[in-house]
T-cell receptor, first 112, second 114 residues
Framework: QQQVKQSPQSLIVQKGGISIINCAYE??????FPWYQQFPGKGPALLIA?????SEKKEGRFTISFNKSAKQFSLHIMDSQPGDSATYFC???????????FGKGTMLLVSP | EAGVTQSPTHLIKTRGQQVTLRCSPI?????VYWYQQALGLGLQFLLW???????NRGNFPPRFSGRQFPNYSSELNVNALELEDSALYLC?????????????FGPGTRLLVL
């Protein structure tokens, strides 16, 4: 029940296109859903996060869509750029004494 | 403001040896987390320390252990190394035990076990 399932495992998008990464969870106690971006040789960095009381959050070219009833959330990267090429992890956590549960990651390649 | 720092950056050990990895959190952060990132397995939670105490532990054998010092820095110890321990070990820190949502990661220590 602690799992977060992420898809696809890898994604190739042309420059200017939309990248979409999906995640699903089972634990209804999760109440915070961050996305992390990781470049090769670096640690993950927080990109954007959402709470289940909103259905969408946008920061620049990055948007999280959240469907509480379906227990799914997704990351959309608009106007994808080669500099966005990285591994993206979704994660989830519930308040209190718990820890982040990560998806297995999506390797995104944006071709020039 | 300095980020999370980890040392060493790379390490090569042989099976059966022991290793100690170090982490310094962001100034003011009291919680430290350790993760293992093995190829194809994503980030697996190892340990969580806050105010010097172990708060939670992931599904790893007891040969993975650690501690947190009074200055909030932390060590991860791995005994009796096995080949499958080869991975990137990431440390993260956050403001406190109830605000662990925003975790800031260090660059990691890459461990190779031969």
């Amino acid at each position: 029940q602690q799992q977060v399932k992420q898809s696809p495992q890898s994604l190739i998008v042309q420059k200017g296109g939309i990248s979409i990464i999906n995640c699903a969870y089972e634990n209804t106690a999760f109440d915070y859903f961050p996305w992390y971006q990781q470049f090769p040789g670096k640690g993950p960095a927080l990109l954007i996060a959402i709470r289940p009381d909103v259905s969408e959050k946008k920061e620049g070219r990055f948007t999280i869509s959240f469907n509480k009833s379906a227990k799914q959330f997704s990351l959309h990267i608009m106007d994808s750029q080669p500099g966005d090429s990285a591994t993206y992890f979704c994660a989830a956590i519930s308040s209190g004494y718990s820890t982040l549960t990560f998806g297995k990651g999506t390797m995104l390649l944006v071709s020039p | 403001e300095a980020g999370v720092t980890q040392s060493p950056t790379h390490l090569i050990k042989t099976r059966g040896q022991q290793v100690t990895l170090r982490c310094s959190p962001i100034s003011g952060h009291t919680s430290v987390y350790w993760y293992q990132q093995a190829l194809g397995l994503g980030l697996q939670f190892l340990l969580w320390y806050d105010e010097g105490e172990e708060r939670n532990r992931g599904n790893f054998p007891p040969r993975f252990s650690g501690r947190q010092f009074p200055n909030y820095s932390s060590e991860l110890n791995v005994n009796a190394l096995e080949l499958e321990d080869s991975a990137l070990y990431l440390c993260a820190s956050s403001l406190g035990d109830r605000i662990q949502e925003t975790q800031y990661f260090g660059p990691g220590t890459r461990l190779l076990v031969l």
